[in-house]
C-alpha cells in the first residue's frame, strides 16, 4: 500500500525561523501600540537578490504566495519563494547605545 504524498507545508519545518523573547515582546508592543489589526503579521523575507539581498522584517498581512506560521504566539508570514533563504534565521530586539532595533542573523554559528 502506497502512503498519500506529503503536502507542501507539511515538509517545511515547524519553526522556521527563531525569534527570542525580547523580540517577541517588541512585536507584541509594537502591535498593541499601534493598533494593528489581527490579521496582520511580522513578515519575514528578502529585499533585492544575489548578493545584494538584505533581510526584509515588517507587519503586513499575507497573500496567496506566502506561508503563514505562529510562532510563540506571534503570526509569522514568509513568501514561498523566500523560504529557504530564511530558514534557521534568528530574529532579535537589541537596546544599545546607538538605539535599539530588531536583528536579524543567519542562524547560530557555534
Do not use: W
Not at 34 to 58: E, W
Request: glycine share 12%; with cysteine; aromatic share 8%.
Amino acid at each position: 500500500m502506497k502512503a498519500p504524498p506529503i503536502k507542501y507545508e507539511e515538509m517545511v519545518m515547524k519553526n522556521p525561523v527563531q525569534i527570542t523573547p525580547k523580540a517577541i515582546e517588541e512585536i507584541n508592543n509594537t502591535l498593541q501600540a499601534n493598533k494593528i489589526p489581527d490579521t496582520y503579521g511580522l513578515r519575514v523575507g528578502l529585499r533585492g537578490g544575489g548578493c545584494g539581498a538584505t533581510f526584509l522584517l515588517g507587519f503586513d498581512t499575507p497573500t496567496e504566495m506566502d506561508q503563514a506560521y505562529t510562532i510563540e504566539g506571534v503570526r509569522v508570514i514568509i513568501d514561498k519563494r523566500h523560504l529557504m533563504y530564511v530558514l534557521g534565521v534568528s530574529v532579535d530586539y537589541e537596546d544599545g547605545m546607538n538605539g535599539s532595533g530588531y536583528t536579524v542573523s543567519a542562524g547560530d554559528k557555534k
